[in-house]
């Protein structure tokens, strides 16, 4: 893969593979989230709305104390400590039957979703020549667009508000992508 002259690094390479797995992962389950919790278990709007206001607000809060552990550690266990902890919590909620576990699985995802971004980007930084830098930034993002889309059209496909075992085995599954990103980094 070369930018311009730039061949990009396999380091930089297997980034952007995980970035594609785990992005997918977020597409499979992310734009059912709401439908899920909704129709499938009970969940008022309100309150799945209030969920996801919650996940956002971890994540915010999150994000100076993940800053800080890359300072300490480095972005790339950082990252991969995200990966797993997002991987484990996103399968949790294919078992959320009440509203607090709905909580308290969207909290361990927006703690987990909180350590791949920033992680990632300064990863970027750290391995990328400044002046290639936007090249990889790009093919990261239209990366993470694709595997949301993508996961997004496969959810669409498989899930059924009828059948409450589709969206349990669809986020069964969506912890596998992340999972190989893990390993992948």
Do not use: C, K
């Not at 690094?9 to 797995?21: A, D, Q």
């Not at 020549?129 to 936007?134: L, T």
């Not at 694709?146 to 059209?153: H, K, Q, R, S």
């Amino acid at each position: 893969m070369t930018d311009g002259g730039y061949t990009v690094s396999p380091l930089v390479r297997r980034y952007l593979v995980g970035v594609g797995f785990s992005s997918l992962g977020i597409g499979l389950t992310l734009p059912f989230l709401m439908v899920y919790l909704h129709d499938v278990r009970g969940v008022s709007t309100l309150t799945v709305g209030l969920v996801l206001a919650w996940m956002a607000l971890v994540t915010l809060v999150m994000d100076g104390p993940t800053g800080v552990l890359v300072d300490r550690y480095g972005p790339g266990p950082i990252l991969v400590v995200s990966l797993v902890i997002t991987a484990i919590s996103v399968t949790g909620y294919g078992m959320v039957e009440q509203t607090w576990q709905a909580f308290a699985v969207g909290t361990a995802a927006a703690i987990g979703n909180s350590g791949l971004h920033g992680p990632g980007n300064a990863m970027v930084a750290s391995l990328v020549p400044v002046e290639h830098r936007q090249h990889v930034y790009g093919l990261q993002f239209a990366l993470l667009n694709l595997g949301i889309g993508l996961g997004g059209l496969m959810s669409a496909a498989i899930v059924d508000t009828d059948r409450a075992s589709t969206f349990e085995l669809l986020y069964l599954v969506s912890g596998f992508p992340a999972m190989l990103a893990a390993v992948v980094l």
